[in-house]
């Protein structure tokens, strides 16, 4: 999908954000499931930028700080969506959502099975887990990404990697038997 | 900083994430080499970062330009890691699985030295640290799979700086050791006649290193074809009916894998 966006303060600017407009797509949608909600989070996420593009002092770190938007968005969206509910429980609505059976045949079912269990943490776990291993943030900048301490990102990926482990190895175990085979 | 003698959850996190500090990162490569539990936990954990990379590898794409092809791809490439995950942190043998980083010839024939020499040496955990590479501890090291599955062309020719680097260590030192390269989706490309950027020096190996295994998926092959695009093989390349089923195969049977 190409962006269309109404005011741009500077053609470079915006090559240099849809750069990054591929991962943001991948890790919103590990947050959500749901591949329009993605793309729409990421195109809001995009626009803000632009438009705030004055308060990004240092280039540097203009990826940490499109996922800040990223992050702002995806919170935004949950409140307005069932602002009297509670943001975790909804958002696991969201997610059961996202996983449809069709899509389940349709994907490899180890893929189904990985993206389920990430589905299954809390929002603060997935979110943390998702920033380190899909975009390899360090521990300090999903810090200032989530606006948590770094001692709690360390707690979140801790719990979340061993929720992960539990739920992700027992089924590797399953599927251990081997299906050796003659070369020829 | 010494660390706590139970080092916590989070330390092995940090530890897998790079995040520690380097006297601390040692201090826990040393505690590994000597704990088997802790080598299964770090690589556990590694194994994690893994799965989870590669159940969303192909999710940045628009889902209606998303083809089923692709979704089968990002499979497959999840279902090896799922089978590598299950071989190497359910059974007890294995030492580390890591990330691998384009390396030189030079830094592959440290690794096979380093891999030899796994429990005694504590920088050898810090190399495997930097590669994507599982090892078989107890079983030999003189057979290696080099896995290709993109088409980038520096994937390409680091597989095969790795392989020669192994080839001209085996002609020289380990008349024994067994190399295959093994080539499934994008990577398929590098064993394809017309199109195969490394022709000339893949025909260059086989000459001159006959036992050099050279294999194609079939399967990966077959969905070159329903593009409607012809594939031929150049001279000495096998073909099995799926990369998986060689990888995991040749992991039950002691190979080192990694993958470029």
């Known amino acids: ?161 061993q929720a992960l482990r539990a739920l992700l190895l027992e089924t590797a175990a399953e599927n251990t038997e081997p299906a050796l085979r003659s070369v020829k | 900083m010494s660390l706590n003698p139970n080092a916590s959850d989070e330390l092995k996190n940090a530890f897998a994430d790079q995040e520690l500090a380097i006297g601390d990162r040692r201090e826990l490569q040393a505690r590994a080499l000597a704990d088997p539990d802790l080598r299964r936990e770090l690589c556990e954990i590694s194994a994690i970062k893994g799965l989870v990379r590669d159940a969303y590898e192909d999710s940045a794409r628009s889902g209606d330009a998303r083809r089923t092809g692709d979704r089968r791809r990002t499979g497959r490439a999840a279902a090896m890691r799922f089978a590598a995950v299950a071989v190497l942190c359910v059974s007890t043998g294995w030492v580390a699985h890591a990330t691998w980083t384009r390396g030189s010839p030079g830094e592959f024939g440290q690794a096979t030295v380093a891999a030899s020499a796994v429990p005694a040496q504590p920088d050898s955990l810090a190399w495997l640290s930097r590669n994507r590479v599982a090892l078989p501890l107890a079983a030999s090291h003189e057979r290696v799979l080099l896995h290709v599955s993109t088409r980038d062309p520096e994937d390409l020719r680091s597989a095969l700086d790795a392989a020669e680097s192994l080839m001209a260590k085996a002609s020289r030192d380990e008349p024994d050791l067994q190399v295959e390269i093994v080539a499934n989706s994008a990577g398929i490309d590098l064993f394809r006649a017309g199109v195969s950027p490394e022709a000339d020096r893949i025909a260059a190996l086989v000459a001159r290193y006959p036992s050099l295994r050279l294999i194609a998926c079939q399967q990966s092959m077959d969905r070159v074809r329903e593009r409607g695009e012809s594939v031929v093989l150049l001279p000495g390349v096998d073909v099995v009916p799926t990369a998986l089923d060689e990888i995991i195969a040749r992991l039950h049977k002691g190979w080192v894998y990694v993958r470029t």
């Open chain 1, 1 to 161: 999908m190409n962006l269309h966006i109404p005011f741009l303060p500077s053609y470079g600017l915006r090559a240099r954000l849809d750069e990054h407009r591929p991962s943001m797509v991948r890790v919103a949608f590990s947050w959500c499931h749901d591949r329009a909600l993605a793309e729409d989070l990421v195109q809001d996420a995009l626009v803000k930028a632009l438009g705030q593009a004055g308060s990004l002092r240092d280039a540097t770190k203009l990826k940490a700080w499109l996922f800040v938007i990223l992050g702002n968005c995806f919170r935004d969206h949950l409140r307005r969506r069932r602002p009297h509910e509670d943001i975790d429980a909804l958002d696991e609505e969201v997610l059961s959502g996202g996983l449809r059976p069709d899509d389940a045949h349709e994907q490899a079912e180890v893929v189904r099975r990985v993206r389920a269990a990430i589905a299954s943490l809390p929002l603060g776990q997935r979110q943390t887990v998702t920033l380190v291993d899909l975009e390899g943030f360090g521990y300090a900048e999903v810090a200032g990404i989530l606006d948590i301490p770094v001692g709690t990102v360390m707690s979140r990926l801790s719990r979340g990697r």
